[in-house]
């Protein structure tokens, strides 16, 4: 009878484990709006209470496997608040350099409510090794979601790990790198004596010794010409008398030969 009640509890301990780990997914994944429908979404909310925590590629830090063609991580902040990625672990098969033709992580940092689809753009493809991407990323409003994709070729890469918050939305302090020199801080300066102030002038009081600026004379009128006088008499230009004319040289119509004798 002993036995039985130890296997009946244990049979009830092995039933609850799965049921825990299916609620603990479900608290923190809800139903997304994929990119399309074959995508398999995982999504990380505020609403619950969680303010940080951990994501990672399937199976790491074991190599992913092939032909995962989406696969998104969606990070919903409450109102009022951003999200701050920050890569721990990244190895993702990297073909060339603008990463789209092997395997990559698309970033899509400018979202509202954390949906995306096919037309969405995205702001940050990532691919390589962690020298290669960004140390932190930060979305812009309340959302980002991250889509995993993987080629046909089976890679010996381990993909990625990385820790996510929800911070209010400000200015983030960006951390310093190690050995780096620590910028000392500018003092501030003494404030400037205030000028004292001068009573308002209502009316200037004269002065009697000022002398006044004389007045300055007008300038004396020049008489006006009211008539010209009368030209009396006007002399004649005397002609100048004709030019003679040249005569004419007749014109030399035979040339006579002189001959010598």
Known sequence: MTSLKILLSKSHFLLQV?????????????????????????????????????????????PYHANIDC?????????????????LDFDVRKTNLDCIRGDYLKIFLHLEKGE????????????????????????????LVLEFHTGSYTANASGFSGTFKFIDKKIPEIPKKPGAPEVPEIPEFPEFPKFPEFPEISEIPEDPEISKIPEIPENPKVP??????????????????????????????????????
């Open 116 to 143: 995306v689809n096919e037309y969405t753009p995205w702001d940050l493809l990532l691919c390589g090794s962690l020298g290669d991407i960004p140390a932190l990323l930060y979305s812009s409003s309340s959302g």
């Open 224 to 261: 006006e010409i009211k008539e010209f006088p009368e030209i009396s008499e006007i002399r004649e230009i005397p002609e100048i008398p004709e030019i003679p004319k040249i005569p004419k040289i007749p014109n030399i119509s035979k040339i006579e030969r002189f001959e010598s004798f």
């Open 71 to 87: 696969l998104l991580y969606t990070f919903i902040a409450n109102v009022g608040q951003i999200i701050e990625i920050s890569f």
């Open 18 to 62: 799965p049921i825990l780990v299916l609620m603990l997914q479900l608290m923190f994944t809800t139903v997304c709006q994929a990119v399309h429908p074959g995508c398999e979404c995982v999504v990380f909310s505020a609403m619950f209470g969680k303010e940080e925590g951990i994501f990672k590629s399937p199976d790491f830090p074991q």
